[in-house]
C-alpha cells in the first residue's frame, strides 16, 4: 500500500523559504510521476508542480522561477523548495503520485494521481 508523508510546512515571512518534502512508501517510484497541489478553504485543490521519472519538470505560473521541484529515487522522496514567499503562498501542499507516465495536459488535474499525502500547511505571514 502506497504511502505519502510531507513534511517540511510551517510559517515563514514574505520573502522567506521553506522546503517541503514528500517521502514516499509501499512501492518503487523512479518511473512514477510525482506532483505537488496546494489548496486553500473553499477552493479547488491547484497544480502547483510537477516532475516526471525523467526528471522533466512543470510549474504553474504562479510558482515558476520561485519554487523547485526535485526528487530523489534513491531515497523515494520528493522535494519542493520554495523561496520568496509570499501571502498568496499559504496553502496546505499536498505531494500526490501516479504510477502512469502522465501527459503534459494531465498532469495538472487532481484525477490523474491516484496517491495523496496527507498535506502539510504552509502560512507565510505579511
Known amino acids: 500500500q502506497v504511502q505519502l508523508v510531507e513534511s517540511g510546512g510551517g510559517l515563514v515571512q514574505t520573502g522567506g523559504s521553506l522546503r517541503l518534502s514528500c517521502a514516499a512508501s509501499g512501492g518503487t517510484f523512479s518511473r512514477h510521476t510525482m506532483a505537488w497541489f496546494r489548496q486553500t478553504p473553499g477552493k479547488e485543490r491547484e497544480f502547483v508542480a510537477v516532475i516526471r521519472w525523467t526528471g522533466n519538470t512543470v510549474y504553474a505560473g504562479a510558482v515558476k522561477g520561485r519554487f523547485t521541484i526535485s526528487r530523489d529515487n534513491s531515497k523515494n522522496t520528493m522535494y519542493l523548495q520554495m523561496n520568496s514567499l509570499n501571502v498568496e503562498a499559504t496553502a496546505v501542499y499536498f505531494c500526490?503520485?501516479?504510477?502512469?507516465?502522465?501527459?503534459?495536459?494531465?498532469?495538472?488535474?487532481?484525477?490523474?494521481?491516484?496517491?495523496w499525502g496527507q498535506g502539510t500547511q504552509v502560512t507565510v505571514s505579511s
Open positions: 500526490a503520485v501516479s504510477s502512469r507516465g502522465l501527459i503534459l495536459s494531465e498532469t495538472g488535474r487532481p484525477g490523474a494521481y491516484e496517491n
